[in-house]
């Protein structure tokens, strides 16, 4: 997919690890940089969010995804995610009350809130320039989905719960999409979708739960907090149980529960409470998913097709840096994947921009 004007990417893993690893350091570095001068700007207290009347704007959020990041163009190469988050209900209203009355056990102090989105994500092979089969490398495959989810948010933390349905196969057009932007920025064309996972009809049902800061704590005026969380996801597109961790550093951090992220990651809320003037935070965290399925690797579930042998257990580590100006807020992540599948010798690299806006 978007791979940017690098024609052809670097395809020798152990060298574009290195490069990307150095990449990633210094964007990371700049966001230092950002948030430091940033921090000069004046931010409301934390407890002041609790005295404002209640935001009925919701939250749009368009979340884009590459490994562009770190110069590579392998394994999960692009995600794009298209979300709306309503704004805060009574549990009395709707199908998403109704839901968490029923399953998240949800009560009349509870803000309750319904999410949409779309998104397509696209995986490809190292040697993307091949037309042959690659049996040890990643499969080709697209993905294509909707999603309808709830968030239940109480005084100890948020719980959310979400179904994505959508199709993997020639039908998720991601073979198009990558070739056409390729066509665009004058790179390559990728010559190996013939041999991508059929069209097959996924789903996934997923539930998380995200504390409310264990440590929350003042140092030089800033804002300190540690948001564990852990969740399942169960359906023939991904089965896996994970656990995490994020750390955060900064002001008005009540005001959302992270950077919102396409999944599988360690995720923020997909909303966020606006601010009358300039809020940041820098936060890193990591989470770790025992998986059972995961249709990327494992190949289709009724079809004969490409697949690798996947690994048991993967983490995530990442890093980054959120600004929030009024009612518009941007953030960077980056990210390091364990591998994912036994022949995979290197970690992946890549890099989550999200911006997002209240109305």
Do not use: C
Not at 309 to 325: H, I, N, R, S, Y
């Amino acid at each position: 997919m978007p791979d940017g004007p690098f024609d052809p990417p670097d395809r020798t893993p152990r060298k574009s690890g290195a490069a990307g690893a150095h990449g990633l350091r210094r964007t990371l570095a700049l966001a230092v940089v950002l948030a430091i001068v940033g921090g000069a700007a004046p931010a409301r207290a934390a407890d002041d969010k609790e005295t404002d009347e209640v935001d009925r704007r919701g939250t749009w959020s368009f979340i884009w995804e590459n490994d562009v990041f770190a110069g590579t163009d392998r394994n999960y190469t692009n995600g794009n995610r298209i979300s709306y988050v309503s704004p805060p209900d009574a549990p009395s209203a709707g199908l998403h009350g109704a839901i968490s009355r029923s399953f998240f056990g949800a009560d009349a102090g509870d803000e309750i809130r319904y999410g949409l989105a779309v998104g397509q994500s696209m995986f490809t092979p190292e040697d993307t320039e091949v037309a042959q089969p690659l049996p040890d490398q990643h499969p080709y495959a697209g993905w294509l989905y909707g999603e309808y989810s709830v968030f239940a948010e109480d005084a100890g933390g948020l719980t959310i719960g979400a179904l994505q349905v959508g199709i993997v196969g020639p039908s998720a057009y991601a073979e198009e999409a990558q070739n056409n932007v390729h066509d665009i920025i004058n790179s390559y064309q990728v010559r190996g979708w013939d041999n991508q996972l059929k069209d097959e009809v996924a789903f996934a049902l997923l539930l998380e739960r995200r504390e409310r800061a264990l440590l929350e704590t003042g140092l030089l005026g800033l804002e300190l907090d540690l948001i564990p969380h852990y969740g399942v996801s169960l359906g023939t597109l991904r089965t896996h149980a994970k656990a995490g961790a994020t750390f955060r550093f900064g002001t008005d951090l009540r005001r959302d529960f992270g950077p919102p992220r396409v999944r599988p990651a360690v995720g923020g809320s997909g909303f966020f409470e606006a601010t009358d003037g300039f809020s940041w935070y820098l936060f890193a965290g990591a989470e770790g998913r025992a998986v059972a399925r995961s249709i990327f690797l494992d190949g289709n579930t009724f079809k004969d097709s490409p697949s690798v042998d996947k690994e048991p257990l993967v983490v995530d580590a990442q890093a980054g840096l959120v600004m929030t100006f009024r009612s518009f807020q941007i953030a960077y992540t980056g990210v390091i994947r364990s591998p994912q599948f036994e022949s995979q010798d290197d970690p992946q690299l890549f890099g989550s921009v999200s911006i997002s806006v209240k109305f």
